[in-house]
């Protein structure tokens, strides 16, 4: 079975440019996040998708950030415009329906985002 | 606010040697706690988790962890290190009041030197 996977694996953009991350769930997979690393600090929740209905949207930082997830299948994360300080890495997990606290999440591996 | 706390940066030990990487949690609510592994250029590998029930859990390769509710402790042990543990470790928690995000904590590097 297909694990979770992410493209770009690596992106080096300019500030001010456009970056779109992509994920590919686990097939079957109804329950859809994203993550974000910066910096080496913690590993922060930015978002929760069910098929293609944002169930949790806090930790998105600002409104350069939207994700979608149309058909309920693969997602994307645009940033635009970036900055420097959204450099990290992107983390995109998948767990099956009906989910839960405490279903495992399987993590993709994740797109190494620079902002120079 | 829910927080997970990694105290060391990094973990140093001789192969052979057992192993602790520590994790202490601030929730409100029931914990569900978990612990993940990531290799370079590797995405987050699970290695266990605690839901409920037996305070000690065990999981792949060889790890477990203790879950200590009085100290709100989950701890990550291995009795026996190999070079290739050597990796980045978190360890994360999810509450039933709190939804299905996971509270990561910043990481620990364990370095198992041969």
Redesign the interface.
């Known amino acids: 079975e297909a694990?979770?996977t992410q493209f770009p694996?690596h992106s080096v953009i300019e500030k001010g440019q456009t970056v779109t991350l992509r994920c590919d769930p686990i097939s079957g997979h109804d329950?859809l996040?994203w993550?974000r690393r910066v910096m080496?600090?913690?590993?922060?929740?930015l978002l929760?998708f069910v098929k293609e209905s944002k169930?949790?949207e806090?930790?998105m930082p600002n409104n350069r950030f939207l994700a979608e997830r149309t058909g309920g299948t693969y997602s994307t994360l645009k940033v635009q415009p970036a900055e420097l300080e959204d450099s990290g890495v992107y983390?995109c997990?998948s767990?099956q329906p009906p989910?839960?606290?405490?279903n495992?999440?399987?993590?993709?591996?994740?797109t190494r985002l620079t902002v120079l | 606010a829910q927080s997970v706390a990694q105290p060391e940066d990094q973990v140093n030990v001789a192969e052979g040697n057992p192993l602790t990487v520590k994790c202490t949690y601030s929730v409100s609510g029931n914990p569900y706690l978990f612990w993940y592994v990531q290799y370079p250029n590797r995405g987050l590998q699970f290695l266990l988790k605690y839901i409920t029930g037996d305070n000690l859990v065990k999981g792949s390769y060889g790890f477990e962890a203790e879950f200590n509710k009085s100290q709100t402790s989950f701890h990550l042990k291995k009795p026996s290190a190999l070079v290739s543990d050597s990796a980045l470790y978190f360890c994360a928690v999810r509450t039933n009041t709190g939804g299905f995000k996971t509270i990561f904590g910043a990481g620990t590097r364990l370095f198992v030197k041969a």
Not at chain 1, 40 to 45: A, H, L, S
């Open positions: 694990g979770v694996s329950n996040y993550y080496g600090k913690e590993i922060k929740f929760h169930q949790d806090s930790g983390f997990a767990s989910g839960g606290p405490y495992e999440q399987f993590f993709g591996p994740g």
